[in-house]
């Protein structure tokens, strides 16, 4: 028997379109390439899954990742790049743990459900005022930068970029007297973006970078300075400026890197933004088609990376989720909380699943409409 590891052929044919909200899709050959080098790491002799993460493999991986970030997004030297545990939803705890003092008081922009979780974490730990809200449209439609009560005194702002359920997105980076720290979970690296504005970015990779496992966080040091002192260990983000503390997740720190090279062959990002923005358009055009399918986001509002609608009814929107599964277009029922379908496009999604998804949609108006 060849005792050598091989993917069936079959099964990489067997991949559907992913349209899935998180984890998401990832490029078939950052997969393939996790494939070929899965039983050992060139010149290492062993997986990535058996070897020290301060070993000279793990150390090279880690490096390369950052370098990748910060020519992907002209990151200078005033900003650290993080890869933390915990998960987006940790980030909601972290943040107002740092930087949020006794006597001070934080801004929030609440667009959507994660926004709120990261708001009530803050309310644990102090006084956060909501800047914005969204709810009043059931979250249809952002509330503008522009309208944004913002205080002067507060000690950052959070916002939410993309609202993965409702599929809204601040396509632009607004500016505030505030550091900015922003949830880019389900749209980091779909485009370019000005720094300028922000304190802290964090993303969970299982949406459009990478498996689940880590968050990057991007820090801004003189933002990082501003932290509170006596800080637990693990939830001080000096302590991961300053060093490798602890075990990082290796394995999704490695893909992470793969896909970052990935994005770096495709055009970097404003080579995948425009990728991006032909996609969601197609999209967005054959939902404004017709009245058969209802797009949820306002138009203004609209998320090039996850894509909402609705149709007459229930019944017609699980069928349509189930015989589009069943034609390998795959998850496109809506977060349970929201109901209704999601077309999530993240970066890797090609053009071909946009391509088929809009066949089917023509198909199935014509057979349900
Ligand atoms: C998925 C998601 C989260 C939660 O991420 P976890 O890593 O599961 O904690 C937070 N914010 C946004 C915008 C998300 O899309």
Redesign the pocket.
Known sequence: MDAAITFPQSLVQARGHNFCA?PGVLPLPVIEAIRDELPALPGVGASVFEISHRSDAYTEIAASARARLQRLLGLGDEWLVLFLQG???MQFHQVPLNFLAPGQSADYVVTGV?AEKALKEARLLGEARIAASGEASGYRALPSAESWEVDPEAAYLHM?S?N?IYGTEYRTDPSVPVPIVS?A??DFLSRPIDLDPYGLIYA?A??NIGPAGVVVVLVRDEFLQTRRAGLPTLLDYGTHAARLFHTPPVFAVYVVEKVLGWLEEEGGLAGIAERNERKAGRLYDRLDASGFYHPFAEKASRSLMNVTFRLATEELEERFASEAEASGLLALAGHRSAGGLRASLYNALPEEAVSALVAFMDDFEARYG
């Open positions: 998180g998960g987006a939803s994660w939410t993309n993965t949830d979970s389900s969970g299982q949406k």
